[in-house]
């Protein structure tokens, strides 16, 4: 059974910074492409940024400049490292990996951890 599981969320300040994980469990073969997704209250979920197997980027010019987004394939990981968080960034933050497992390739969502930012 392969899940996601996602940490790092909270309340900071606007101005502040988080930095959200994502460990992939389970029997893994191969992790590909892995981003963070995002969802606020009565919006549709999102791309925020993403990362291929061999390190290259991608961010939505919202947050370009601010968030990065890195992986450690070792641990199967992925982190995005929030600054500069500003009053329209709160919402809960999921993370997606396409993989293949024993069961074949699919795709994979976290539970999500909720971002607030908030003086």
């Known amino acids: 059974q392969v899940q996601l599981v996602e940490s790092g969320g909270g309340l900071v300040q606007p101005g502040g910074s988080l930095r959200l994980s994502c460990a992939a469990s389970?029997?893994?073969?191969?992790?590909?492409?892995m981003a963070w997704y995002r969802q606020a209250p009565g919006k549709q979920r999102e791309l925020v940024a993403g990362?291929?197997?061999?390190?290259?980027?991608n961010y939505v010019d919202p947050v370009k400049g601010r968030f990065t987004i890195s992986r450690d394939n070792a641990k199967n990981t992925v982190y995005l490292q929030m600054n500069s968080l500003k009053p329209e960034d709160p919402a809960v933050y999921y993370c997606n990996a396409d993989l293949s497992s024993q069961t074949g390739p699919s795709n994979y969502w976290g539970q999500g951890t909720p971002v607030t930012v908030s003086s």
């Open positions: 389970g029997s893994i073969f191969s992790i590909y492409a």
């Open positions: 990362i291929t197997s061999s390190g290259r980027t």
